[in-house]
């Protein structure tokens, strides 16, 4: 399979932990996005990167969250103190200059 | 800031019966994606629309776009029940970060025997 892969698929946590969600983007892809959706809303952009650099971060993106892509090839998305609000299903995408692919998610949960 | 709006939001059709969503962007774009989501799946993309007057089918689907409205759509033709989902738009956003989709709230199509 050559598409976009996200771990874990799903994660319950308990509020006040640290949560670490990995993706890997299509192989060939230098644009990654994360998103988020909650239930019945459509996703929002997180953050993005072009290679290994950052290029820009929503205001959705506290403190608590921190985003890295070492090398440029998977990425992974960090959550501290994780806060009820947090859960939802994290997406990741990857982009060639006409497509934005997307991973299957991974659904975090804060009981 | 770009501002996606879908109408309508539910819709339930019957099948065999054509239907059409609208998808009203507030900025330029002229770039359009439209995605197609199964509960508690991931997005699965349908049409990416890449400039004004753009129109591509696929099925029983057709989405169009008119950059100078800021408005595109998809046509549902002869719905059958395999289309029951949820259907997001999302223009891709050039004024800050360098092509991020924004999405609208999403359209939950029915489609009943």
């Known amino acids: 399979d050559t598409g976009v892969s996200q771990d874990p698929r799903h994660k319950i946590t308990k509020r006040g932990q640290n949560v670490t969600f990995r993706c890997d983007p299509i192989s060939e892809h230098n644009r990654l996005y994360w998103y988020r959706q909650t239930l019945g809303q459509g996703p929002e952009f997180l953050t993005y990167f072009q290679n290994e650099a950052q290029l820009e971060k929503s205001r959705l993106l506290s403190d608590r969250f921190s985003a890295e892509r070492p090398k440029g090839s998977f990425s992974t998305l960090e959550i501290q103190r994780t806060e009820q609000g947090d859960s939802a299903m994290y997406l990741c995408?990857?982009?060639?200059?006409?497509?934005?692919?997307f991973g299957p998610g991974t659904r975090l949960t804060v009981t | 800031e770009l501002k996606v709006e879908q109408n309508p939001l539910f819709l339930s059709m019957q099948e065999g019966k054509n239907y059409t969503i609208y998808c009203n962007y507030s900025t330029t774009s002229d770039r359009l994606y439209w995605y197609r989501q199964d509960p508690g799946k991931s997005l699965e993309s349908l049409f990416v629309?890449?400039?004004?007057?753009a129109v591509k089918q696929e099925g029983r689907l057709m989405a169009s776009l008119d950059t100078k409205a800021r408005l595109s759509t998809l046509h549902i033709t002869a719905a059958v029940h395999d289309l029951s989902a949820t259907y997001f738009c999302a223009p891709q956003n050039y004024g800050g970060s360098q092509g991020n989709l924004i999405f609208g709230k999403g359209t939950k199509l029915s489609v009943k025997p």
């Open positions: 995408a990857s982009s060639s200059y006409y497509e934005q692919y």
């Open positions: 629309l890449l400039s004004n007057g």
